[in-house]
């Protein structure tokens, strides 16, 4: 019997789930829920989607010459770091001239990259001490969170790809916690990142105390065996769009699995400066990108709207081998001008901008609403550090992708006055997510010129 195509789907609750053995999956946003908004806000907007943020930090600074572009304005040109970004050019604000003032050494002498870690999303002067008595400020992901969180089952998400002490001696006198760790609830609660993407994997899709989980691993099922005969029923109601959209996300689900399982039986890379943990890809690119895809996919289903990811500890000495660069990333950093270390830094930067264009491309090829994933968020991306060489803190390396729900007038290079805090630029993103905040560690007020 032939289906009919036109069949119209059946009104589904925003909220639901489909539920199996010790499984609670999350739904994509579907044509059968209705407008994109109105579960989220007592004046609902047909065309507006939840909107997104996104903090991702990269560790170092970056090689300046080959990251700022020459002009201002929607004329400017992709710099080689950026080139990598061309296809997102009309989504991207590069901010020249942010400062992280926190990160300043001050009376404090060294320590830069825990400062710059530590007061990259808080605005905040960490406590110099490398005892329990550490002290920073609330990050702007854990303002967020507080204010929305309670609209997703995670209200934030902390992830990473390098495991870092709570406790001791990292950075001059500081402790390891703050080179660590980008995202704090109070002034002394640091909330530690997971690297495992398996366990953020669970954390996103299953509940992690319920014994069934012991039984799934041990039987090696994917998490949409114990959900299945919910989404059979589920698709009964759906129209063929519906169907379709729905089939995707399982797909997407499955395939991560299958990473995640064939990541497990490789063998562990040897490094000098850092094991790799069991159950984690021994390829950093694989890690990288299975991490970004659990951020797609927790975006999609509406799991958190707030997630943190540190890509490497600040001060990290990783080396890049598999890009023809085995020398550490932190040695390298302090270049002395050295032409031939820059052309490595280079490649380093170079190597990170293109897992942040997977992750762009990914977004922006999932339909949402009136757009798509990439166009209903705010991805935050750069480094507490402007010059790895000089360990200055001003003019930061800094670019915000996607279009945060039509709030943001893309594809310009701003160049704001020296000394703007970048604290302006979280308020800003709070703004844009109806957070209201008067201040945020040393934030004047929100960025002008964003929109």
């Known amino acids: 019997m032939k289906r009919n195509l036109n069949i119209k789907s059946t009104p589904v609750e925003r909220r639901t789930v489909l539920r199996g053995l010790g499984v609670s999956l999350a739904l994509p946003w579907l044509e059968a829920m209705g407008p994109m908004h109105a579960w989220a806000s007592d004046n609902p907007s047909p065309s507006t989607a939840p909107n997104r943020a996104a903090f991702l930090y990269v560790p170092n600074g970056k090689n300046m010459a080959d990251w700022t572009p020459k002009t201002e304005g929607a004329d400017f040109e992709l710099t080689p770091i950026l080139e990598p970004l061309k296809d997102h050019k009309k989504q991207l604000l590069l901010l020249s001239g942010l400062t992280a003032d926190g990160a300043r050494a001050y009376a404090d002498g060294g320590?830069?990259?825990?400062?710059?870690?530590?007061?990259?999303?808080?605005?905040?002067?960490?406590?110099?001490?490398?005892?329990?008595?550490?002290?920073?400020?609330?990050?702007?992901?854990?303002?967020?969170?507080?204010?929305?969180?309670?609209?997703?089952?995670?209200?934030?998400?902390?992830?990473?790809?390098?495991?870092?002490?709570?406790?001791?001696?990292?950075?001059?006198?500081?402790?390891?916690?703050?080179?660590?760790?980008?995202?704090?609830?109070?002034?002394?609660?640091?909330?530690?990142?997971?690297?495992?993407?398996?366990?953020?994997?669970?954390?996103?899709?299953?509940?992690?105390?319920?014994?069934?989980?012991l039984k799934r691993d041990a039987n090696r099922k994917s998490i949409l065996d114990f959900v299945r005969d919910d989404s059979k029923s589920m698709e009964n109601r759906l129209a063929i769009n519906d169907r379709r959209k729905l089939d995707e996300y399982f797909a997407s689900i499955r395939d991560i699995e299958q990473r995640i399982e064939r990541s497990e039986k490789l063998p562990p890379i040897k490094t000098p400066d850092y094991p790799t943990p069991s159950g984690i890809p021994a390829v950093y690119e694989e890690h990288i990108r299975l991490m970004y895809d659990?951020?797609?996919?927790?975006?999609?289903?509406?799991?958190?709207?707030?997630?943190?990811?540190?890509?490497?500890?600040?001060?990290?000495?990783?080396?890049?081998?598999?890009?023809?660069?085995?020398?550490?990333?932190h040695d390298l950093s302090h270049h002395g001008g050295d032409a031939t270390k820059q052309a490595k830094l280079r490649q380093i930067n170079l190597f990170h901008t293109r897992q942040l264009a997977y992750f762009l491309d990914r977004l922006s090829k999932i339909p949402e609403g009136d757009g798509t994933l990439l166009d209903h968020a705010m991805i935050a991306y750069g480094s507490g550090i402007h010059d790895g060489n000089a360990h200055n803190h001003d003019d930061l390396p800094v670019l915000i992708a996607g279009g945060?729900?039509?709030?943001?007038?893309?594809?310009?290079?701003?160049?704001?006055?020296?000394?703007?805090?970048?604290?302006?630029?979280?308020?800003?993103?709070?703004?844009?997510?109806?957070v209201s905040l008067e201040k945020l560690g040393d934030s004047q007020g929100v960025l002008p010129g964003l929109l």
Request: include cysteine.
């Open 111 to 213: 320590g830069d990259h825990a400062r710059a870690l530590s007061a990259f999303l808080t605005g905040a002067r960490p406590l110099k001490t490398d005892g329990i008595d550490i002290r920073n400020g609330v990050s702007v992901d854990q303002v967020a969170a507080a204010r929305v969180g309670d609209q997703t089952r995670l209200p934030s998400l902390e992830i990473g790809t390098e495991h870092g002490a709570m406790a001791g001696n990292c950075d001059s006198g500081y402790s390891c916690v703050y080179s660590s760790t980008m995202s704090w609830r109070s002034a002394t609660q640091p909330l530690p990142k997971e690297v495992n993407p398996k366990v953020v994997f669970e954390r996103l899709f299953a509940s992690s105390n319920d014994p069934s989980k």
């Open 294 to 329: 659990l951020m797609v996919l927790a975006y999609q289903a509406d799991v958190t709207r707030v997630i943190t990811f540190v890509l490497a500890n600040e001060g990290s000495n990783k080396a890049y081998p598999f890009i023809d660069v085995p020398e550490g990333h």
């Open 404 to 434: 945060g729900c039509g709030t943001l007038q893309t594809g310009r290079h701003l160049t704001y006055p020296k000394e703007t805090p970048i604290s302006n630029l979280w308020l800003s993103m709070l703004d844009r997510m109806d």
